[in-house]
């Protein structure tokens, strides 16, 4: 059942990522030209997302207070913002403004066996493993 | 502006984000969960490959049901050595900014994360500020 979940899960945001436009790197790029031709349209997104996902958040944290304890949900508290972890999102953000994707829409993009895609995903598994090789791996 | 589609996409992310959250018990960025594989695990390598199988098929599914609805694109400027390079910096900065669009975006801002307001601003900013010099400068003509 849980395995199960997951996978649809899974299956609901990636049809997700494409009915939202997010898997469209000129898209994503025309989202972040603020100052060329700006395409406001996918900051819905995260919006949609962030609203859907609070909501259950919070009727999840409560039942597992109220009702059902060891829920085990996450510990999503925040910690102390560290100079790394700023460093670390701005080269995320520079790499995410050359190629348009961030790394569920090049997953994504495998499905179809997008040629950008193909070439982005494996680079971006090295420069996970670098990272965590430097950093070590994180929670 | 079309915002429904954007919207209700990113409604099925949140949904998906929350289950993934609900049945693994983790924070399911997909960077993380994606990164997390590259190394076994005992019980927590599966759910990893499941989550990202269903994201597959979905897309797949997605893309082919939409007969042509689903765009795609990518900027006559950006050949394949700029996705080579931008691969590497996506993968070696999320993990070392400890999250991606999904993780800290999504999850963590909508768990009410402070610190991932922060990231996901600076991330943000970072690739707005890529998009402008890369145009201001030409830098895709002056590579051709």
């Not at chain 1, 109220?66 to 520079?94: E, M, Q, W, Y």
């Not at chain 1, 179809?112 to 791996?137: C, D, H, K, N, Y």
């Not at chain 2, 490959?49 to 994201?55: D, E, P, S, V």
Request: charged letters at 10%; glycine letters at 16%; proline letters at 4%.
């Amino acid at each position: 059942m849980r395995w199960f979940l997951i996978f649809i899960a899974g299956l609901l945001f990636g049809m997700g990522l494409v009915i939202s436009g997010m898997t469209d790197p000129s898209r994503v790029i025309g989202f972040l030209d603020l100052s060329g031709n700006w395409d406001p349209a996918l900051a819905f997104v995260m919006g949609g997302a962030v609203a859907v996902f609070a909501l259950g958040y919070f009727i999840l944290r409560k039942l597992e207070k109220n009702r059902f304890h060891g829920l085990g949900l996450p510990d999503t508290s925040a910690d102390p913002v560290s100079k790394r972890l700023v460093i670390g999102s701005a080269i995320f953000g520079i790499g995410w403004g050359l190629g348009g994707f961030c790394p569920g829409p090049a997953i994504a993009n495998l499905s179809v066996f997008r040629t950008e895609a193909l070439i982005f995903v494996p680079m971006m598994l090295l420069g996970m493993f670098l990272a965590q090789r430097v950093f070590g791996l994180d929670r | 502006m079309e915002f429904l589609e954007p919207l209700f996409g990113g409604a099925l992310i949140g949904i998906g984000s929350l289950i993934a959250m609900a049945a693994s018990g983790k924070i399911p960025g997909i960077s993380g969960v994606a990164s997390k594989i590259l190394k076994w695990h005992r019980g927590d390598t599966l759910w990893r490959i499941l989550y990202l199988a269903g994201l597959v098929v979905g897309a797949g599914l997605a893309i082919s049901f939409s007969m042509g609805w689903a765009k795609y694109s990518v900027p006559a400027d950006k050949g394949l050595a700029v996705f080579a390079v931008a691969g590497l910096l996506v993968g070696f900065g999320s993990r070392m900014g400890g999250g991606c669009t999904s993780g800290h975006g999504v999850c963590g801002i909508g768990a009410g994360a402070k610190d991932a307001i922060i990231y996901t601003l600076v991330f943000m900013a970072a690739g707005i500020l890529t998009v402008f010099v890369w145009n201001q400068l030409m830098v895709g003509g002056a590579l051709q």
